[in-house]
């Protein structure tokens, strides 16, 4: 039996989560190649170097445990990742693939939080002290990501995304133009 105890568990949560963090720092830089709004470029960017540190974060904790950081790679995160790839590839509107970016960051930044927040009570419940303040300091950083986000999306990249107009329309209003100048063509003899 491989998983019989809540340690268990807890080792399983953590490398789950490093494999995760690792696939991010592959995943950030092409994310923030794709957005076309510089300040999520930016974001991206800046998180990544927080990702980085996640990484380091649970590395100090496999070494204060005594333990291989090895497991199974986290495919939960693969499918994310996988998603937000997608999008950064997806034929469209700037503004709109930009919006669509921080659908798919948001993901996994709520996936992050999902696991950094079973693995602090785990720690706590284990007694690690010292691992679920480690645990606690990656968890808020990831919902602070989460809420700048939330807070670009809001206040541009949605509006942006809003306004762009939909093909259907742009042409209708181009054939309507055309029609009106025609119809002043002809009252103008
Ligand atoms: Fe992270
Ligand atoms: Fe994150």
Not at 26 to 51: I, V, Y
Not at 115 to 140: I, P, Q, S
């Amino acid at each position: 039996m491989e998983l019989e105890t809540l340690y268990d568990l807890y080792l399983h949560e953590l490398r789950d989560l490093y494999s995760a963090e690792q696939q991010l720092i592959k995943a950030l830089p092409k994310m923030s190649k794709a957005a076309t709004n510089r300040q999520l470029s930016a974001g991206f960017n800046q998180h990544l170097q927080q990702t980085k540190e996640h990484v380091r974060r649970l590395e100090q904790m496999f070494e204060r445990l005594e333990e291989s950081s090895r497991g199974p790679k986290c495919e939960g995160m693969e499918g994310l990742i996988a998603e937000g790839d997608k999008m950064a590839k997806e034929d469209a509107e700037d503004e709109v693939r930009d919006a669509g970016l921080i659908a798919a960051a948001q993901r996994v930044e709520h996936y992050e939080i999902a696991g950094y927040g079973c693995a602090r009570t785990y720690a706590e419940l284990l007694g690690d002290k010292t691992g679920a303040r480690l645990l606690n300091t990656t968890l808020k950083e990831e919902a602070e990501t989460d809420k700048k986000l939330t807070k670009l999306a809001k206040l541009a990249i949605n509006l942006d995304a809003m306004y762009v107009p939909r093909a259907g329309k742009k042409n209708g209003d181009g054939a309507l133009t055309q029609k009106a100048k025609k119809l002043m063509a002809k009252l103008a003899g």
